[in-house]
C-alpha cells in the first residue's frame, strides 16, 4: 500500500507565497512522476505541475495559468515533492492533491492521490 502525505495548505492573501510538501511511503520500487493537482467545487481537477522522479534531471511540467509564479521540485531520496507558490491569486483557491506514479517490485505501475489540502486565496 503507498500513502502520500500532503501539508502546507491555508489561508493567504492575494500577491503572498505558500509551498506545499507531500511525502510518499509504502512498499514500492520506484517513483516516477509525482504531480500537484487542484480542484474547485463542480469543476474536474487539473494538471498544475509535475516533475520526474527519475534520472538526475528532474524534467517538469507546468500549466500555463501558473507558469512563472509556481515552482515544483523534489527530494527523490525522500520521496517528497514539494511546491512552491508565489504571486498567489484567488483564482488559486482550490483543493490541491499530490500524484505520484508508483512502480512495484513486479514492476506495475499504479497512480495515487493524496487526501488533498485547502488553500484559500483571499483579501
Known amino acids: 500500500q503507498v500513502q502520500l502525505m500532503e501539508s502546507g495548505g491555508g489561508l493567504v492573501q492575494p500577491g503572498g507565497s505558500l509551498k506545499l510538501s507531500c511525502v510518499a511511503s509504502?512498499?514500492?520500487?520506484?517513483?516516477?512522476?509525482m504531480a500537484w493537482y487542484r480542484q474547485v467545487p463542480g469543476n474536474q481537477r487539473d494538471l498544475v505541475a509535475r516533475?520526474?522522479?527519475?534520472?538526475?534531471?528532474?524534467?517538469?511540467d507546468y500549466a500555463d495559468s501558473v507558469k512563472g509564479r509556481f515552482t515544483i521540485s523534489r527530494d527523490v531520496a525522500k520521496n517528497s515533492v514539494f511546491l512552491q507558490m508565489n504571486s498567489l491569486k484567488p483564482e488559486d483557491t482550490a483543493v490541491y492533491y499530490c500524484?505520484?506514479?508508483?512502480?512495484?517490485?513486479?514492476?506495475?505501475?499504479?497512480?495515487?492521490w493524496g487526501q488533498g489540502t485547502q488553500v484559500t486565496v483571499s483579501s
Open positions: 500524484k505520484s506514479s508508483v512502480m512495484f517490485r513486479d514492476f506495475k505501475v499504479d497512480d495515487y
Open positions: 516533475i520526474s522522479m527519475r534520472y538526475s534531471f528532474g524534467a517538469t
Open positions: 509504502g512498499s514500492f520500487r520506484s517513483i516516477d512522476v
